[in-house]
């Protein structure tokens, strides 16, 4: 058989990864903002003397960088989406962004823990005018940076469609291949746009109560407010790194997808017929995109193909390999 005539059951394993998603466009637009504001800050510092808008400058270098790596993600996966040696496409790199960003914002609350401790043993004067209009200042840029990043809805909507083709191979062993035709549209499951987000929104929480602390400070004298509030913040983006960090490593980790979307196959192939799945194996190549692999045991086989289509088209199935045996 020649290689040519192979080309009917050849596939592609881009899954729309090529497709610039949504994500990265709002990335792009909220790394400018923050960069431009880091710069305006660091500036303005140095210029005036202001220690206060310095240090905000210099934090809003390390929010760049993470923000950076986002966006990284989003270049590097669309970039290399038809490149042959990522065996499932590179889905997975969104979720590795979204892990490295996760382990950033977990350095970030272990450095505020840290300094709002010493403080307490160690408190240092605090210009509370300049101080405010620095929080407040980055309380604005983080609120614009979050409805840029959420596009004003919640980020897990969207819907996708998928198309099927299958190939066997053997009388017994089937190979399923079912293709998402992506157009960029659905934000369901982009760990790096969701890391991104709460980053921001991690900032937003400092900002926040920086203001209370230091309106504290001001008008009613309670200087502890500020490094007690700068530990109750580090707590909250402590538990946000946390539950990022476990739900990008799944991911990366290849952890059995979500049980309804396992029990939703396994009620579409078995139904109420004497047809029973044997071995079923969901994973994540990519946000809302699995792999299946199921093993399909029956008194009267099908076509793998009968069983594919069993499979329903909003389950999120992009790549499927289906093994029939027949049984006594």
């Given at each position: 058989?020649?290689?040519?005539?192979?080309?009917?059951?050849?596939?592609?394993?881009?899954?729309?990864?090529?497709?610039?998603?949504?994500?990265?466009?709002?990335?792009?637009?909220?790394?400018?903002?923050?960069?431009?504001?880091?710069?305006?800050?660091?500036?303005?510092?140095?210029?005036?003397?202001?220690?206060?808008?310095?240090?905000?400058?210099?934090?809003?270098?390390?929010?760049?960088?993470?923000?950076?790596?986002?966006?990284?993600?989003?270049?590097?996966?669309?970039?290399?989406?038809?490149?042959?040696?990522?065996?499932?496409?590179?889905?997975?790199?969104?979720?590795?962004?979204?892990?490295?960003?996760?382990?950033?914002?977990?350095?970030?609350?272990?450095?505020?823990?840290?300094?709002?401790?010493?403080?307490?043993?160690?408190?240092?004067?605090?210009?509370?005018?300049?101080?405010?209009?620095?929080?407040?200042?980055?309380?604005?840029?983080?609120?614009?940076?979050?409805?840029?990043?959420?596009?004003?809805?919640?980020?897990?909507?969207?819907?996708g469609h998928d198309h099927g083709q299958s190939h066997a191979h053997g009388p017994a062993h089937h190979h399923d291949?079912?293709?998402?035709?992506?157009?960029?549209?659905?934000?369901?499951?982009?760990?790096?746009?969701?890391?991104?987000?709460?980053?921001?929104?991690?900032?937003?929480?400092?900002?926040?109560?920086?203001?209370?602390?230091?309106?504290?400070?001001?008008?009613?004298?309670?200087?502890?407010?500020?490094?007690?509030?700068?530990?109750?913040?580090?707590?909250?983006?402590?538990?946000?790194?946390?539950?990022?960090?476990?739900?990008?490593?799944?991911?990366?980790?290849?952890?059995?997808?979500?049980?309804?979307?396992?029990?939703?196959?396994?009620?579409?192939?078995?139904?109420?017929?004497?047809?029973?799945?044997?071995?079923?194996?969901?994973?994540?190549?990519?946000?809302?995109?699995?792999?299946?692999?199921?093993?399909?045991?029956?008194?009267?086989?099908?076509?793998?193909?009968?069983?594919?289509?069993?499979?329903?088209?909003?389950?999120?199935?992009?790549?499927?390999?289906?093994?029939?045996?027949?049984?006594?």
């Amino acid at each position: 058989m020649h290689a040519h005539s192979l080309a009917r059951w050849e596939h592609d394993h881009a899954f729309g990864q090529d497709v610039p998603r949504p994500g990265e466009r709002r990335t792009r637009i909220v790394v400018a903002l923050t960069a431009v504001t880091m710069v305006v800050e660091i500036v303005a510092g140095l210029a005036y003397g202001s220690m206060a808008l310095l240090a905000d400058g210099l934090h809003m270098a390390s929010h760049t960088a993470a923000l950076g790596i986002a966006l990284i993600a989003y270049v590097c996966a669309r970039r290399f989406a038809r490149d042959r040696r990522f065996t499932f496409g590179t889905g997975k790199i969104n979720a590795l962004g979204g892990f490295a960003s996760a382990v950033l914002l977990a350095v970030f609350a272990l450095l505020m823990a840290w300094e709002s401790t010493r403080r307490f043993f160690a408190p240092l004067p605090i210009a509370f005018d300049q101080a405010i209009l620095v929080a407040v200042l980055g309380l604005a840029v983080n609120v614009v940076s979050a409805v840029v990043l959420s596009g004003g809805r919640a980020l897990h909507h969207g819907h996708g469609h998928d198309h099927g083709q299958s190939h066997a191979h053997g009388p017994a062993h089937h190979h399923d291949h079912a293709h998402q035709h992506g157009h960029g549209g659905d934000d369901r499951g982009d760990h790096n746009l969701r890391a991104a987000y709460v980053h921001v929104l991690a900032d937003a929480l400092t900002s926040v109560l920086a203001i209370a602390a230091l309106l504290a400070g001001k008008l009613a004298g309670l200087a502890w407010m500020d490094p007690a509030m700068g530990l109750v913040g580090a707590a909250v983006v402590t538990v946000w790194a946390v539950r990022l960090m476990r739900e990008s490593g799944a991911v990366l980790l290849d952890w059995q997808a979500p049980d309804r979307v396992e029990r939703r196959i396994r009620r579409a192939v078995e139904g109420d017929t004497g047809d029973r799945l044997s071995d079923l194996h969901v994973w994540s190549v990519g946000p809302s995109m699995y792999a299946a692999e199921l093993a399909v045991v029956a008194h009267q086989p099908r076509e793998p193909d009968h069983y594919k289509n069993l499979i329903p088209d909003d389950a999120g199935i992009v790549h499927a390999v289906v093994e029939v045996h027949r049984c006594g």
